[in-house]
Nanobody, 127 residues
Framework: QVQMVESGGGSVQAGGALRLSCTAS????????MGWFRQAPGRELEGVSC????????DYEDSVKGRFTISRDNVKKTLYLEMNSLKPEDTATYYC????????????????????WGQGTQVTVSS
C-alpha cells in the first residue's frame, strides 16, 4: 500500500525557516511528479509547489516564489520543501501529493491532478 509521510512542520516566528520532508513507500517514486499543497483554516486547499519526475520542471505559487524551494531525492524517495522568510500567512497544514507523470516536462499545481496524498504536517508562523 502506497504511503507518504510528511515531517518537519512546527511553530516558528515570522522570518524563520522550516524544511518539510515527504517520504514515500510502495511507490515507484521516480515515475511520479510531486507537489506540496497547503490548507489554512477556513480556506481551500491550494498548490504551493510542484516538481516533475526527474526534477527538471518546477513551479511555485506566486506568494512563495523566492522564499520556498522544492527538491527531490529519487534514491531516498523523498520530497523536500525548504521554506525561508516565513510569514504568518504561510500558516497551514502542508500536504505532499503524487501523480504518475513519467516523461512529462511540466508539473501541475492543481489538486485535482494528484491522486496520492500524505496526511499532512502543521506549519504555524507567529508574528
Amino acid at each position: 500500500q502506497v504511503q507518504m509521510v510528511e515531517s518537519g512542520g512546527g511553530s516558528v516566528q515570522a522570518g524563520g525557516a522550516l524544511r518539510l520532508s515527504c517520504t514515500a513507500s510502495a511507490l515507484t517514486f521516480e515515475d511520479y511528479a510531486m507537489g506540496w499543497f497547503r490548507q489554512a483554516p477556513g480556506r481551500e486547499l491550494e498548490g504551493v509547489s510542484c516538481i516533475t519526475w526527474r526534477g527538471i520542471g518546477i513551479d511555485y505559487e506566486d506568494s512563495v516564489k523566492g522564499r520556498f524551494t522544492i527538491s527531490r531525492d529519487n534514491v531516498k524517495k523523498t520530497l523536500y520543501l525548504e521554506m525561508n522568510s516565513l510569514k504568518p500567512e504561510d500558516t497551514a497544514t502542508y500536504y505532499c501529493a503524487a501523480t504518475y507523470a513519467w516523461g512529462r516536462s511540466t508539473c501541475s499545481l492543481q489538486t485535482a491532478d494528484f491522486a496520492l496524498w500524505g496526511q499532512g504536517t502543521q506549519v504555524t508562523v507567529s508574528s
